[in-house]
């Protein structure tokens, strides 16, 4: 029996989706345990794409359970649009591979009236960038005791003195603060109920669905969303997600105590990303910034939105190892690199004439960042067929060691290319 959490070490968009669903041949059962669709894992199988915001990525296997954890908030509509998506293309879904949380939080309408009214509210400079699926408000309900969860859709009795109550306070919230248009109720209600009758046959105890396949000797995977520098807590805050992404969240986010946890798995993307607003410290605004977003095909898999692109980023590798403990990583979209005459890797950054080698809590200080880079050589060849570590070029060899020197842990996996089998496996993480 093994325990892995798969967490990004970035702002998300590291390739996560693909490295689950190579890493679901070795696991019984796959669990989400923190986010919800304002995130999305794109895989490539046998040449066809597809794009997951809430079902693991592991349902592509056929023999696999998986699970959505009670750290996700859930928009009924967008995981109904996924089953139906699947059986569409011949992959239909039942709830014997698939279950969720009666503890997981539901987005409602208001709480995506409430993000997008508030993002507009807001003056340029200070928005966040946010995706506008309610993610955020949903959260905030679950802090401060208001959230509707699935077990409370399931009662309908329960539910609508819940809508009520939360309605009238939404409503006055968007028509007398923010300018915007109420919602009904028994529009709101009608749709949730039917919404409760699709779901209803998946809803189950994740937690204990856990307990039983470690009690079981299963190897269990718990995939994470977007990363660590998005953490509520340990990211560049404001601009950050409204969960905790670190590997800390699996256990809370899924119902497993720490000690069940045996190893995490860092995805780190050759070069860096990030879609929205906020700092970046080593984005690059030039022609080898253009050339990464073409190459590497960098949009948002949720949103659709170009993603900025920039050096890789060893301060916030170096945060990563730590504060999720990691234990190996998993170096995506090394091939996207091929071409380029040098390469630059961030080692730490300089604010006002201090060196720093973390990222500061101040987001004045994050924002006045300058980085200081070491130059490597880049190479020429194309990496998309290599098979082994050997089979890389000398400088992209190199380029890999500086990686695994800065973070102190091995690297396992090395992707060079979108597809499963542009995979170079160096070591199987659950072991």
Known sequence: MSTLVVVGTQWGDEGKGKIVDLLTEYADVIVRFQGGNNAGHTLVVDGEKFIFHLI??????????????????????????????????????????????????????????????REVAKTEGKRLGTTGRGIGPCYDDKIVRNGIKVADLLDPELFREKLEDNLKEKNFYLTELLNADPLDFETIYGEFQNYAERLAPFVDNVSILIDEAVRNGKNVLFEGAQGTQLDIDHGTYPFVTSSNTVAGAACCGAGIGPSKIDRVLGICKAYTTRVGAGPFPTELEDAVGDLLQKKGDEFGSTTGRRRRCGWLDGVVLKDAVRINGLDGLAITKLDVLSGLPQLDIC????????????????????????PINMTLSGWEEDLSLMKSLNDLPKKARDYLKIIEDMAEIPIVLISVGPGREQTIFLKNPFE
């Open 56 to 117: 693991p990525s592991g349902i592509l296997n056929d023999d696999k359970l998986c699970l959505i954890g009670n750290g996700i908030v859930i928009d009924p509509s967008i995981f109904i649009q996924e089953l139906e998506g699947l059986a569409a293309r011949g992959r239909p879904v039942t709830s014997d591979r698939l279950r969720l949380s009666s503890n997981a939080h539901v987005i409602m309408p208001y709480h995506r009236a409430l993000d997008h009214a």
């Open 347 to 370: 080692t730490e950054y300089d604010i006002a004439g201090t060196r720093y080698s973390c990222m500061p809590a101040n987001i004045r200080q994050i924002n006045s960042i300058r």
